[in-house]
């Protein structure tokens, strides 16, 4: 086959691939995914990019059409502000949307709830662990003080996706262009990985936030001179650590990174500047470790019991898990694609890290952070999206650039390309997550929480439960485990009802419920529901 026959087949199969892309984003958004084998969008893009790029003697120089010109004009026009805004707004709907399809506090989100609203009123904070960064509960416990509901704890979850996303587009316009900076922004928001946590009560989107200004402070740091940005980097990287101990593995990706991309000497030539961020770091969590010190005997004792809840196999699986899933299930295709070009453009980078020019040592520094960010996490605990948006956010930079300098005169088209699909796949996403990610956890919330509400108790109550975060939200008891009842001796006047559900988990068998019950006088209820769990039969034990 002649080269020109090559690459007329690869045109013809580019355009094919991407407009079923495209048709395939239409159908979801219109709400008739289902014919998608559990609403999971076929990955057309991964295909299409290659045969794109075995096509660029046909398009890469070639004029743009007359019209195209005259349109990228006007979109140029419009200032980058006004489409952040565009985004946000979409953040927003999405975020609010979402919620009639989870209504209820899952597991995660009600461990944070619970401490929060034992801070507010003194309740029990159910599945609470010391292990558990306070960051989250604080800021829970100032939207309870607004009102007494999930849906405060569910803004304060807006509130921290619209800080990530600003915060996104302020740190990419200052490393590229703030058009570029909204299509980053647009790209991340329309990723499955992202978008799925935007609803939830939980710390890792607000996190991202601050480790992306660490990441931007330590380039400053480099790139600007006599730069103060390093002590005020280790203070945002105090506030990452309270808001997730998981940060720690990010900051020590971060670290490595930047040590290979500058070399030490560069830190070591700050001086003053690094021994105040040093001081600034010891002294921000110089409470945590006093605090951890009491509780396990190490001031790092906190950081490591939280690295041991990981649900690995064994040590790795989380890298291999990272593996399996990269990059199409951390941001769908149209953000693996841009992915895999920011990893591309590390590569690049890499080759050419002895030119000394600051952009290339920055690039150098972005993608080594995301590849050590992966091997640190996968090797210190279990995968899961939710605790690799940093690395995402990189990449998804370095790609957007790779898309810019690599596409000759139609770098502006593709950009506004891209921007134009991240908004249709949001959209896309919404309802992959409405239909294919959300009605599993809701199923099982239709019988946990109303079970949980029917054993409401006016005075002290104990609930004995697989299920303890979310029964205890509901039902305001304390609540645990059978194996954590079996190392406790309640409260006396505490009323304990051990829950069991026809499908339930970490229940005891027969043999193992009698010695709970010790012969004791129970009253035994049995209470239908609709949700996954089935019936729930509740065996309230009489007092001794």
Not at 17 to 39: D, E, F, I, K, R
Not at 248 to 259: F, H, I, S
Not at 470 to 482: F, L, N, Q
Not at 483 to 497: F, I, K, L, S
């Amino acid at each position: 086959m002649s080269h020109t026959r090559t690459t007329r087949t690869a045109l013809g199969v580019a355009v094919a691939l991407t407009l079923a892309a495209v048709a395939q984003q239409v159908t979801l958004v219109a709400g008739l995914g289902g014919v998608l084998p559990g609403w999971q969008p076929w990955p057309f893009l991964l295909g299409a990019a290659p045969a794109w790029w075995l096509a660029r003697p046909r398009w890469r120089n070639a004029d743009l059409p007359g019209p195209l010109r005259r349109a990228l004009r006007g979109v140029r026009r419009i200032p980058a502000p006004a489409y952040l805004v565009t985004v946000l707004a979409a953040a927003a709907v999405a975020w609010a949307v979402l919620q009639d399809h989870e209504p209820r506090l899952g597991h995660e989100e009600a461990v944070y709830a619970n401490k929060a609203r034992s801070w507010a009123d003194g309740s029990p904070d159910a599945g609470w662990g010391s292990y558990r960064p306070p960051g989250l509960p604080a800021l829970g416990r100032l939207a309870l003080a607004v009102h007494d509901d999930v849906g405060s704890l569910r803004t304060v979850a807006l509130l921290l996706t619209l800080f990530t996303l600003v915060t996104t587009y302020l740190v990419v316009a200052r490393w590229t262009t703030p058009h570029r900076a909204v299509v980053v922004v647009a790209l991340l928001l329309s990723g499955l990985g992202f978008l799925r946590r935007v609803p939830e009560f939980l710390n890792d989107i607000g996190t991202t936030g601050l480790l992306l200004i660490v990441v931007f402070l330590l380039t400053r740091a480099q790139e600007v001179r006599h730069s103060r940005a390093l002590p005020v980097a280790a203070a945002v990287a105090v506030a990452a650590i309270h808001m997730r101990y998981g940060s720690v593995g990010n900051l020590l990706a971060t670290a490595l990174a930047a040590l290979f991309a500058y070399g030490p000497r560069a830190w070591l030539a700050q001086g003053r500047r690094l021994a105040l961020a040093l001081a600034v770091l010891l002294v921000g969590l110089l409470p945590h470790f006093v605090h951890a010190a009491r509780h396990t005997g190490s001031p790092l004792g906190l950081i490591l019991w939280a690295g041991s809840q990981a649900n690995r196999v064994y040590v790795g699986d989380g890298l291999v898990y990272y593996l399996a899933i990269f990059p199409y299930r951390l941001a769908g295709d149209l953000g693996a694609l841009v992915m895999a070009g920011g990893l591309l453009l590390t590569a690049r980078a890499l080759r050419a890290r002895h030119d000394g020019a600051p952009v290339t040592r920055r690039r150098v520094f972005l993608g080594s952070t995301s590849v050590l960010v992966f091997v640190v996490l996968g090797l210190a605990t279990d995968g899961e999206p939710r605790f690799v948006y940093l690395p995402v956010v990189l990449l998804t930079v370095l790609g957007v650039e790779a898309v810019a300098e690599r596409s000759g005169r139609w770098a502006r088209a593709l950009l506004a390309a891209l921007a134009g699909l991240a908004g249709l796949t949001t959209a896309g996403t919404a309802q992959v997550v409405a239909h294919g990610a959300m009605p599993g956890p809701d199923r099982l919330s239709r019988s946990v929480a109303p079970v949980a509400e029917r054993l409401a108790s006016e005075g002290p109550c104990l609930l004995v439960t697989g299920y303890e975060p979310e029964m205890g939200w509901y039902s305001g008891c304390d609540a645990v485990t059978y194996a954590q009842y079996r190392r406790m001796a309640p409260p006396p006047g505490t009323r304990v009802t051990l829950v069991l559900f026809e499908h339930g988990r970490l229940q005891p068998d027969d043999a193992a419920l009698a010695r709970l019950v010790a012969g004791r006088d129970t009253t035994v209820r049995t209470i239908p529901t609709d949700g996954a769990l089935g019936t729930a039969t509740t065996i309230t034990l009489d007092p001794v």
